[in-house]
Each structure stands twice: as C-alpha cells, then as structure tokens.
C-alpha cells in the first residue's frame, strides 16, 4: 500500500487542532460524561460503550498489519511500534470494560470518540507501517528505550490507577470515594498521568509528527479532565488530602 502523505498530514493537523479547541471547551465546561452527565441523556452501559468506542483503534490497526508486508530493514521496528499502541488499546477496549463499575456512556460520547478511535488508529498504522522511515541503527537508540520505558511505565500506572478505581464500588453502585494508593496519593488524575506519560513515550519512541499529534491530543482531552475531578473531590468531600496536585505530582 502506497503513503498517502496528504491525509496523514491532514489528520495530523486535524489531532492538533481538535486538541486545541477540545481544550479550550473543556476550560470553560466539562465534557458531558461520567460524572458530569446530564440529567436524561441516552447512554449505554459502561463496560459495552468502554468497548465499542475504544475496539476501532485495536482493529483497524491489526487489519493494516495483517495486510502489510514490511521491509526487512525497518520493519521490525515498525511493527513493534505499532504493537505497542495496539497493547493499550487491547487492555482499554477488551479487559477493561470487564473491569469497569463507571456510570452509563453518553450514546453521542460513545460515537465521536469510536469515530476519533477509528481515525487515528489508521493514522497511527498507515503511517508506522506505509509512510515511516527508520534507520538501519534505529533500534540501537536510546531514545528508542526511553520511549518504550516511559510507555511501559505510564501504562503500569494507568492500569493499576483503574484498578484502585474500580475497588471503590461495589456492583451498582454510582457513588464516590476519596482513592488512596499507588500516584492517587500524589495527583486526583492518576489513572490520566499514567495515560499522558504512555502517550508521551511512545511518542518519543516513534519521533513522528502523528505520533506527537495523538499524543499531544491526549494531553489537551484528559489534562483538563483531571483538573476537573479534582475540583469535584476538593468540593465534595472535606477530608480531601491538600498535598495532591490534579495531574502532574508537585506542579499541578
């Protein structure tokens, strides 16, 4: 399959500038969802909207691996990138929704985020596996390691932030607690700071401009989001530990 270096550009731009505006919306209000929810809004059951709105990015970049036959020179390094967005969204899409005790996903939510999934996901794929040019030392690089640790380790604290989360409730139940443990005792976003730094390592790893476009997005997405727990912990309840930032320990 042949690069198609416009829509890569285009959708690139189009992560960038959606971060942009996505941030400055939720400055002034929260995303409709979770907690945030209106009153009457059509939604679906958490663990089924968790994974229809998150499977795309899984699938589609699977279908353009098992179409692909790579270039013995860098294509190695090319799947084991790709693999490595794949993995995040393999636990968010087909373990997670098995975990999850959240509230109902607004159905028009579940919908623009399967069409944002979908989309990147063939613009991570096709362009690590159809427009991407490596090294032949590439794999040698340390900045290549520092990615993979970084993406290893913001997953670690992502995974175990959601299962902290997740203890909270019991089945059916839709109130809050205070979580302790793990980076919960250092930002009220724990399960977001571990996403960003994934996010930020694997961009490093794959030092393309899709890349720090996804990631760059996710930023601009969940930061604020995390801003926005916060100051619903801090209201709600007044045992709130003061020493915790929203999102990055010590600063913010």
């Excluded at 939720?26 to 059951?45: E, F, H, K, N, V």
């Excluded at 997405?221 to 801090?234: D, E, K, L, N, T």
Aim: net charge positive.
């Amino acid at each position: 399959m042949e690069c198609w270096e416009t829509g890569v550009f285009y959708l690139s731009w189009t992560l960038v500038l959606g971060g942009v505006a996505y941030l400055c919306s939720q400055i002034r209000q929260s995303a409709p969802y979770g907690r945030y929810t209106p009153a009457g809004t059509r939604c679906c059951p958490a663990g089924l909207g968790w994974f229809l709105q998150e499977v795309p990015a899984f699938l589609v970049p699977l279908l353009l691996l098992l179409q692909d036959h790579p270039d013995p020179k860098s294509g190695s390094g090319r799947t084991l990138l790709l693999c490595t967005f794949m993995l995040h969204y393999f636990y968010r899409s087909l373990i997670y929704p098995l975990l999850t005790r959240g509230r109902p996903l607004p159905v028009n939510i579940l919908l623009y985020a399967a069409l944002f999934c979908s989309l990147n996901g063939f613009l991570q794929g096709h362009h690590l596996l159809h427009c991407a040019h490596f090294e032949d030392t590439w794999m040698t690089n340390a900045r290549l390691a520092v990615g993979f640790f970084l993406f290893l380790l913001g997953m670690t604290i992502n995974i175990h932030s959601d299962c902290i989360l997740c203890s909270l409730r019991k089945p059916g139940e839709t109130i809050y607690r205070i979580p302790r443990g793990g980076m919960f005792e250092f930002v009220s976003g724990a399960n977001f700071f571990g996403e960003i730094i994934e996010w930020c390592g694997y961009t490093v790893a794959a030092w393309t401009f899709p890349a720090f476009a996804f990631g760059f997005f996710t930023a601009c997405s969940i930061g604020p989001r995390a801003v926005q727990h916060h100051r619903f912990y801090q209201q709600n309840f007044a045992d709130y530990p003061q020493s915790r930032k929203a999102v990055i320990p010590f600063i913010l």
